[in-house]
């Protein structure tokens, strides 16, 4: 089965500054998606970035990017220019190429500082 | 175009109760997921309705069942609740099932058992 890891439960950022949210993940499938989303304290979980595993090139999303390391099985999130309104719980998702059960991390709380 | 909708926002449950939770999808899609929020466990997968009929399910007792309805609204059902089903839950729907199109989620349905 499927798992993914984050492994910082907090992060703190400087407004302005930038941020890298780490995730691993563990699959046998040659193919799969990776999501990032964020939950803020409204609880609804909002769409950050995707990947798709079989493209070499890292997804970019405005002031978002990810570092997408297929062999490492590592999919690292950056924040650049980090703003107050990015302040909620970052969640790392794996999605089967065949289904929709996604897999997610144990998520990363990160807070911005003004 | 509307969000996903869960109905209802809140709810207040006793022990050996059952209850049963709503989800309207995004018009269009066709895929429901739904998924149980805890701070001990994280996020799970509980399963996936398409076209009616249930395609994946999470690893969770048979007292948690869905269904989905020929409008792709999908219900949730709980039975003889326990104290550990207190969670929030949430629903996601997509356009399809097992393709590049992302899961959008509605707000969730905090269910607290008393």
Redesign the interface.
């Known amino acids: 089965a499927q798992t993914v890891t984050q492994s910082q439960p907090e992060m703190s950022v400087q407004e302005a500054e930038t941020v890298t949210l780490s995730c691993t993940y563990d699959t046998s499938e040659s193919d799969y998606?990776l999501?990032w989303?964020k939950q803020p304290p409204?609880?609804?979980?909002?769409?950050v970035i995707?990947q798709?595993a079989y493209k070499q090139q890292n997804a970019t999303e405005n002031r978002f990017s990810v570092n997408f390391q297929k062999a490492a099985k590592s999919f690292s999130l950056k924040i650049s220019d980090s703003q107050l309104g990015d302040a909620a719980m970052y969640?790392c998702a794996y999605?089967?190429?065949?289904?929709?059960?996604?897999?997610?991390?144990?998520?990363t709380r990160l807070t911005v500082k003004p | 175009k509307a969000g996903v909708t869960q109905t209802p926002r809140y709810l207040i449950k006793t022990r050996g109760q059952q209850v049963t939770l709503s989800c309207s999808p995004i018009s269009g899609h066709r895929s429901v997921s739904w998924y149980q929020q805890t701070p001990g466990q994280g996020l799970q997968f509980l399963f996936e309705y398409f076209s009616e009929t249930q395609r994946n399910k999470g690893n969770f007792p048979g007292r948690f069942s869905g269904r989905q309805f020929s409008n792709s609204r999908s219900e949730m059902n709980v039975s003889t609740l326990e104290l550990g089903d207190s969670a929030l839950y949430l629903c996601a729907s997509a356009t399809g099932t097992g393709n590049n199109q992302p899961q959008h989620f509605g707000d969730g349905t905090r269910l607290s058992i008393l």
């Not at chain 1, 409204?42 to 769409?47: D, G």
């Not at chain 1, 999605?95 to 998520?107: C, E, I, L, P, T």
Request: no cysteine.
């Open positions: 998606y999501f989303y409204s609880r609804q979980m909002i769409l995707r798709e969640f999605h089967s190429y065949n289904n929709n059960d996604m897999r997610f991390g144990a998520g």
